[in-house]
């Protein structure tokens, strides 16, 4: 017999609890079905292990800073990779932990352990058991990319599923795929000892649109291991070991990251019985507003979209799915501006419109090197450069661009000034204390301020009573 | 013969820079008087030397993390105090440098080298030169209090002043005042291998008002090195050294850290020729949004005004005095909201209005300790609290007071909201990275949130569209 339940969640990561957690303050009855591991991509390989390998590497990296500054005995200091591995897992193991209690651990025949198929909008499978929803949401998660040629040699591919699994990282490695994994890792692996050689077909990496800070950012993160742009990857077995081809450059490696992305699992969810639009990347067309798919009582959210595969955002998605399935009117929700930062070192950002989605005539840009940023000097960490844009006619802030120490705390202002509206001057006139690095935004706002309609006020920081 | 000009501006640091600037800038005639070493405060002996002592003593602690995360090696680690005291003034030498570029460098005959005193409102003289000015701005700047007792044993009192210019550090110090200085220095001499005991006669430190934070930081801080409060520290010699005394603890130290704070410079200033009420610091009353004396052509800015000796407020102070001062009507100012950073490690800041300035039973309060803060963690650096203080009616934000590991990065963005009147619910709905520092200030929001009226919202975190 057909189990009846108001809301059917697939997915119990981030998006399907904030979903679940939506479900319940609504009180409908709900089933959540997983047939994964549990606990959320992001605690289990994604953003806390990545977070605490790159927290190490960059401490032991930070020995290259000890001469200059009266720290003797570097030269002595070594990397116990097993034990830093360690670490991660302990951290990570942490994290998964939090996630599930006061979750999933308290469910009981809410849970349902199985793959889900669909056998219409409102029915589905999970093994022999048939579920009616009245409402359906879709958060499947996502796996990493590994391409099919690659089958040959899976044990020498590694992905953030095996990474932090490692008892002892290998000798060299070839990163495939510089976006946000692939540089994080790549750099953090090369600090821990790895001989790391990156590898993207783009020529611009880390996702970054902004062609300066594109380049900025390659020439500084090639100081540390080599980047090969522009050309695809090929591997090919070597006895024993990997060769790893682009254009014309070539190596031998032990092992390859497979950075290339993730991909949305929804290839067993009979997504085909549901009779809508289906994208390229087979995630069927949705209202990002609504998180509903076409006019079908179905939700999606969280990284089975294939869009940003962002925490806030995915448990943003989370929310707005769940919020909508358990009510009767579908409603739109704003969404937050958008950010993305790589943690790798110097931290790139972007925030808000990027430099290809905005009419270059229309803005103004402020461009400020870290070079000569006081407290980035002090930290001895002055590299980057940040890229602020502005409607030349509003002098709104729409967007930024940036490699940068600290990058992480300077996306968040920029964000925030950008969800509120501000324009250059308004910025201006809000404290930047001294000596931080938040005075980086300060010179890039004052440089754009000289170029923009309405800047002749006598004292662009302060405001008259 | 007496000289007559449009402005006369006493000092040439931070405050009187920022004042000529804009005198300039109205193309009026002026002089800059100064009769000490040029270079800032700042630059000189203020933020700049104390954030390099501070990363470096922060680099070489960094040290008692390394076995954890698998840096094998750390115990044979020594600083070489000599390398990180040149390396300060290395850096120091640089942003002074920077400062005089452009600024007094390419002065001619505007710049008077010599002590100015007051004739009249209206009348200076510097040695036998006698200035008429139509405004006169005091921006004399501060300099550090020591006790008139303590004259017996200068030689081995530093402050500021002397701090940086060591060749080696001592044995052992007592660093006796523990506000924002004898903090950061008293932490970093302390890290950099000093024997350091604090002291302040106040139970609070950093000139925090918050029970709970300054409780908390009390705690934290004493971990490292003893703190003794609520006594006054009495010091006399004894056998070449110092004993140092306070309340029911005594110690013997080489020398004594004086950070009791600074004093304006007013004395030679023959203030009394104005016929203006002077408070019991010895600074003329003044209007800090107009910055003028008084009702006299007289404006004050920066350190010599007795408040706060911050960098970007000092500046402002420096602007408002030189605008008005160029000016015949006098114009009102809104000032910034206020932040105070101590940059210990974990940061100790203020921001917005102060616990005592506040009526308790019409705030809400939103409190987050950083032991679970997922990034704090990562960054084995989870210690402190974030309190947030909002208005129970209306929910606007309106102070905050923490310490927390990138304490400067998160007051900069409640600042900003406070200083845009944004509520509670309005900060829930902006964007919070994962996993960041920031997201301690969206925790302390949402256990505010849940006492604040109107709360009842189904998705505080998303906005309808």
Not at 102 to 128: H, Q, S
Not at 218 to 238: D, M, N, R, Y
Not at 313 to 328: F, K, L, T
Not at 404 to 423: C, F, M, R, V
């Amino acid at each position: 017999m057909a189990r009846r339940v108001d809301v059917a969640i697939i997915g119990a990561g981030t998006a399907g609890l904030a979903a679940m957690a939506q479900v319940r303050k609504a009180k409908r009855s709900f089933v959540l079905i997983d047939g994964g591991e549990l606990g959320t991509t992001c605690a289990r390989v994604g953003c806390m292990p990545s977070k605490a390998a790159i927290q190490i590497a960059d401490d032991f990296h930070r020995r290259n800073h000890f001469a200059r500054i009266g720290i003797k005995g570097d030269e002595t200091l070594t990397m116990d990779s097993a034990v830093a591995l360690e670490r991660v897992r302990e951290l990570r193991d942490m994290f998964v932990d939090r996630v599930l209690a006061g979750t999933t651990d308290e469910l009981t025949d809410e849970f349902i352990e199985g793959r889900a198929e669909f056998m219409g909008p409102d029915v589905l499978r999970v093994d022999d058991q048939v579920i009616n929803a009245r409402r359906i949401v879709i958060a499947t998660g996502s796996r990493p990319i590994v391409p099919p040629a690659w089958a040959a040699f899976r044990d020498r591919v590694l992905t953030t599923d095996e990474i932090f699994e490692q008892e002892a990282l290998p000798g060299s490695m070839a990163v495939v795929g510089l976006g946000v994994i692939g540089l994080e890792l790549g750099q953090a692996l090369h600090r821990l000892g790895v001989r790391v050689t990156g590898i993207d077909q783009l020529t611009r990496i880390a996702g970054l649109q902004d062609p300066v800070v594109s380049d900025n950012a390659c020439e500084i993160l090639s100081q540390e291991f080599p980047l090969w742009l522009g050309k695809t990857a090929e591997v090919t077995e070597h006895e024993g070991k990997l060769r790893v081809k682009s254009g014309e450059h070539s190596a031998i490696v032990d092992k390859v990251l497979a950075s290339m992305g993730r991909k949305p699992d929804l290839e067993t969810l009979g997504i085909d019985k549901l009779d809508t639009e289906i994208g390229t990347n087979g995630v069927p067309a949705f209202d990002a507003n609504t998180m509903q798919v076409g006019e079908l009582p179905v939700f999606i959210a969280g990284d089975a979209t294939g869009e940003k595969a962002i925490l806030h955002e995915v448990a943003d998605e989370g929310r707005i799915a769940g919020y909508n399935a358990a009510r009767e009117e579908v409603r739109a929700f704003r969404r937050k501006v958008p950010i993305a930062i790589t943690f790798c070192d110097p931290n790139i950002a972007s925030v808000g419109a990027a430099w290809t989605e905005l009419n270059q005539e229309s803005i103004a840009v402020g461009e400020m090197r870290i070079g000569p940023v006081g407290r980035a000097l002090i930290m001895g960490r002055n590299r980057g450069v940040l890229r602020l844009y502005a409607d030349k006619n509003t002098a709104k802030l729409l967007g930024a661009a940036m490699i940068a120490p600290g990058g992480e705390h300077l996306a968040h202002l920029i964000a925030w000034s950008i969800q509120q509206g501000l324009t250059v001057f308004d910025m201006l006139k809000l404290p930047y204390y001294h000596p931080t690095l938040e005075e980086a935004i300060q010179s890039a706002l004052q440089a754009m301020a000289a170029r923009l309609k309405g800047a002749a006020s006598d004292l662009a920081s302060l405001d008259s009573l």
